[in-house]
Each structure stands twice: as C-alpha cells, then as structure tokens.
C-alpha cells in the first residue's frame, strides 16, 4: 500500500473517515466470506450443504455435481462433508444457522432425528431443501422441497426383473441383500419395493440382508459372511453398485462366478457399475441419478425469492442390462 501524504486538518479528517469507511466495507465482505454468511449487498446467495459423506462413487459424482453447480449458478457455497454421521450433519446445520445463510440444503443419512435442528433452521427464517435422501418428519413446513429419486421404485424395478428372469424357475431361488446404512431412506426403500415386487413369485426367497454402509469395503466384508453360512447363494441385491462391486471380490475368492453362478442386481448405475454390467459380472442396474445439483442451485434461487416451489421434485431415471450398458457406457457422465 502507498504510504499516505499527510493533508490539512479538515481534509486529513475526511481522509481518515473515507479510509474507516474503506477498511470496513472490506472488513465486512472479508467477514461474510470467511463465514458472516447471508446474501452480501451484492445480492450473491450463501447456501449452506450438508453432504452425507464421500462412500460411494455416487457420492462423488453428487457432491462433484453440488460444487460446479454453484460456481455456475453464482452462488457462495459452504460444504461440510459428514462422514456419515448424523451428528456431525446436525452440527453443520447448527453452524449454517449461525452464520445467517440464505439457504441450507442437505442429504440427510438417515431418515429421523432432524425436526429439532429443522426447527432451529425455521425459527431463524432459513428455508431448508432436502436433496437425495428424505426425512421422516410429520411436520412438512420444516423443508421447502425434496429433490432425488424414488427410491421404492429402484427396488421395484429391480424385483421385476428378477421376477422376470427367474419366472420358470422350479425349486427355490435363494437371494442375499446388501443394504445401504441403517436407517437411510434409499436403504429403507429399496428394501421395501424389491421385497413386494418379489413375492409375485414364492420361489424367490431373501434368505440373509444385512448392511453394507453402501460402500465397497462393507459389501465385500457382508458378502464373505454370507458365502461362508449360504452354500447355495442363486442372486444378490446390493442397494448400490459400490457394495456390489465389494462383494465381487467375495465371490470371486469363493472360487465363483460373479453374473453366471450368482445373478447381481445393483443400483446406480456409475460408471464402475456400469463396467461390471458391460463385463457380464453384474447382471441388472436400477439407475440413481447424482447429478442433481443443477436443480438444486434453481430450486435454490426460486426458495430464496419467496417463490413456490413443488414439495416433491423426482429424478428421471431408468434401468440398464449388460448389452444396454455396453451401448451407454461411452457417453456415461459418471
Ligand atoms: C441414493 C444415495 C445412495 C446411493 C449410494 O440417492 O443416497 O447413497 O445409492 C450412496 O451409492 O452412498
């Protein structure tokens, strides 16, 4: 900085209170960078996220997807990754409000637990978006809006094409389930719409389920469980191609053939899902799509204008086989 010539008495006034005045306007937008949070006079939103964690390659892919979104939609975003814990996620929603953001948006990693802190986020006059993950609060003026997939239906899906493959089947077909974190909504779900799809056919029998935390090392840890009590495993439905993924090396290991001598039915559809598709070691993938966070930044901006905006915003999704992964796989953004 210059060094500053001193002037006369009055015009050293004026010099001193326009350079108070400077130092504070940038003291002040220095704050709100680092933290004072709220829109800053130049009308720029401040969205606070809470993110489950990174344990999945779809969680990479979201979490990539939130990040550029912001930038390109201008608004200022703060990140807290949870590690997949709810307290942590309370905490950062905790901080949000503290910090006067204009928007908090999560994914919530499990379903109950949040109308205390949701609460909290209302008295103080934060509206609050709920992306992939829902809450199962009674009370829906806690949230403006839930954007993500329909979860049952990824299960559903998934079961009637078991239903269908497995259809002239005549004795017992024995199916494992790897499931998402305990408590999680696309856990719950997903559990629940392949589980009514399947009793269209009685010979189809879940005979194990148990969590997998949606990521790889837990689907690999499950599945050796489960091969070493099962010794006639026919399907496995792993709520995400993560856990999927884990328990290839299982069954790999267990001198099996992953997609031939066990039928595998995931959910998401990432690239290194859609890869074992393509290879024939997966055999059916639900598609969870991560890329919401262009949605997001919209929903956002409409929520902060006091505009309405529909409680429930769904994913377009759809579902793939090994030949139809081969064909998408090129062009697969994750
Ligand atoms: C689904 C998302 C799930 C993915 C998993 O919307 O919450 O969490 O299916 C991820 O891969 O870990």
Same mark, same amino acid.
């Not at 309405?308 to 086989?321: A, G, S, Y």
């Given at each position: 900085m210059g060094k500053m010539r001193m002037q006369s008495a009055p015009w050293r006034a004026a010099a001193v209170l326009a350079s108070v005045l400077l130092v504070g306007g940038v003291a002040a937008c220095g704050n709100s960078d680092t933290g004072g949070g709220g829109s800053k006079d130049d009308g720029k939103i401040t969205m606070g996220f809470s993110q489950v964690g990174a344990e999945s390659g779809w969680r990479t892919a979201n979490t990539t997807s939130i990040k550029e979104s912001a930038a390109a939609a201008g608004i200022e975003l703060k990140f807290d990754d949870a590690q997949q814990k709810q307290e942590n996620q309370i905490k950062a929603i905790r901080n949000y409000i503290q910090q006067k953001v204009d928007v908090i948006a999560f994914s919530p990693v499990v379903e109950s637990g949040w109308d205390t802190v949701l609460k909290e986020a209302k008295d103080a006059g934060i509206p609050v978006i709920l992306t992939d993950r829902s809450v199962d609060s009674a009370d829906k003026t806690l949230y403006k809006t839930f954007l993500g997939s329909d979860f049952v239906k990824e299960g559903r899906l998934a079961g @009637?094409? $078991?239903? !269908?493959?497995?259809k002239s089947a005549s004795g017992p077909v024995n199916i494992v389930e790897l499931q998402g974190n305990t408590g999680a909504a696309p856990a719950n779900d997903r559990k629940k719409g392949f589980g009514e799809a399947i009793a269209a056919n009685p010979n189809l029998k879940i005979i194990a389920s148990q969590p997998g935390d949606f990521t790889r090392a837990g689907g690999k840890q499950v599945m050796e469980q489960f091969l070493k009590a099962y010794p006639k495993i026919d399907v496995l439905f792993a709520h995400n191609d993560d856990m999927g993924l884990g /328990? $290839? !090396? /299982?069954? %790999? =290991? =267990? &001198?099996k053939t992953p997609g031939k001598d066990i039928t595998i039915i995931t959910v998401d559809a990432v690239k290194d899902g859609m890869q074992a598709l393509a290879d024939g070691k997966f055999n059916f993938i639900a598609e969870c799509s991560p890329l919401l966070g262009p949605q997001l930044m919209d929903l956002a901006k409409k929520v902060? /204008? &006091?505009? !309405?905006? *529909? *409680?429930?915003? @769904?994913? !377009? @999704? %759809?579902?793939?086989?090994?030949e139809q992964a081969k064909e998408a796989l090129p062009n697969r953004k994750y």
């Open positions: @009637e094409w $078991l239903v !269908e493959q497995k /328990a $290839l !090396e /299982a069954i %790999t =290991a =267990a &001198g902060h /204008a &006091g505009e !309405e905006v *529909p *409680p429930r915003i @769904e994913t !377009e @999704e %759809t579902t793939f086989t090994t």
